[in-house]
């Protein structure tokens, strides 16, 4: 996903993503791809196998708080 979008859909600034973005990065979860797009250089973000296996894992444990709750 390109990092304008994701900084949109989240509705934060591109300082506060930046900031997740290296901490994801840094622990594997994601990798950063910069390419040139419309004469502009752009930031693609790209989930990992481990982001995504984590991810899913974060995913299964809200559900499972949420059948407690409900």
Do not use: C, N
Not at 51 to 64: C, E, F, I, T
């Amino acid at each position: 996903m390109e990092f304008g979008r994701a900084r949109d859909l989240l509705g934060v600034s591109d300082s506060v993503l930046s900031k997740h973005l290296a901490q994801m990065q840094e622990a594997g979860y994601v990798r950063l791809r910069k390419a040139p797009l419309g004469g502009r250089q752009r930031t693609w973000l790209v989930l990992t196998a481990q982001g995504r296996a984590a991810l899913k894992a974060h995913v299964r444990a809200l559900q499972d708080l949420a059948g407690i709750v409900g």
